[in-house]
């Protein structure tokens, strides 16, 4: 299921993070887990929505920003 996990090595790793953590912290870190993953999920929604606002100018090429400063114009 989990690659080479099997039951026995997650319910280990379940009962060593109660262990480490307590059960009063853990559905905090959830959350704040949750909390994270959501507003990652927004930002990755809205930057897709702002690309696909941006016209596309027809031949437009991009400027090196080199060839400004010193000056010089190809």
């Not at 905090?28 to 959501?38: E, P, R, V, Y």
């Amino acid at each position: 299921m989990f690659g080479r996990f099997g039951w026995a090595e997650i319910l280990v790793i379940v009962i060593l993070v109660l262990i480490l953590f307590g059960h009063n912290k853990i559905p905090g870190m959830m959350k704040n887990l949750a909390d994270g993953i959501n507003t990652f999920k927004k930002e990755i929604k809205n930057k897709s929505q702002k690309d696909a606002k941006k016209p596309v100018k027809a031949g437009a090429r991009p400027t090196k920003k080199s060839a400004k400063k010193s000056g010089d114009k190809k």
